[in-house]
T-cell receptor, first 115, second 112 residues
């Protein structure tokens, strides 16, 4: 079974631009979450989708948005990029609807550099 | 608030045993996870604890004390490939969410 796939692996953007990142979850997984990873802050939760509905959102500005499609694939968008948005963006999928012991399965991430 | 603490770095010797501690203060508790992350790679799931006690899985074991807000990951018979970052994560909420709160990770260096 294929794992979580994120594209692209690397991105370099300029301040003020916008970017869209893509995530394909493991087949059969309907829960998709996004995390931002930076050396100082670790993994910070961005948002979570289940069956095309956002059911949880982290403490990030409105420039960060996402969506999920009917095939469970997800995208996240960051508008008006700032230097501080440079990070590794990780997508994770999960089998269970209601958490419990079902782990998150992470993709390799998209490394975003804002110059 | 939500707070998860782990040591930033640890060093151990090949063949030895190492214990990585994690303490947490969260508004709720519905399980604790340990993940391993090699540089440039995805975090991979190691273990899950929701009840007090020890969960053993091969060379890796994880312990939880809910009353103390404390967990540790025990790695036995260390190998060079165990050099990685180890992430402690708490699921604070029940209900319909898979949201996890992560610590900043412990970077383990295994030396020959």
């Amino acid at each position: 079974k294929a794992g979580v796939t994120q594209t692209p692996r690397y991105l370099i953007k300029t301040r003020g631009q916008q970017v869209t990142l893509s995530c394909s979850p493991i087949s059969g997984h309907r829960s998709v979450s996004w995390y931002q990873q930076t050396p100082g802050q670790g993994l910070q939760f961005l948002f979570e989708y289940f069956s095309e509905t956002q059911r949880n959102k982290g403490n990030f500005p409105g420039r960060f948005s996402g969506r999920q499609f009917s095939n469970s694939r997800s995208e996240m968008n960051v508008s008006t990029l700032e230097l501080g948005d440079s990070a590794l963006y990780l997508c994770a999928s999960s089998l269970a609807e209601k958490g419990a012991g079902s782990p998150l399965h992470f993709g390799n991430g998209t490394r975003l550099t804002v110059t | 608030g939500q707070n998860i603490d782990q040591p930033t770095e640890m060093t151990a010797t090949e063949g030895a045993i190492v214990q990585i501690n994690c303490t947490y203060q969260t508004s709720g508790f519905n399980g604790l996870f340990w993940y391993q992350q090699h540089a440039g790679e995805a975090p991979t799931f190691l273990s899950y604890n929701v009840l007090d006690g020890l969960e053993e899985k091969g060379r890796f074991s994880s312990f939880l004390s809910r009353s103390k807000g404390y967990s540790y990951l025990l790695l036995k018979e260390l190998q060079m490939k165990d050099s990685a970052s180890y992430l402690c994560a708490v699921r604070p909420y029940g209900g319909a969410t898979n949201k996890l709160i992560f610590g900043t990770g412990t970077l383990l260096a295994v030396q020959p």
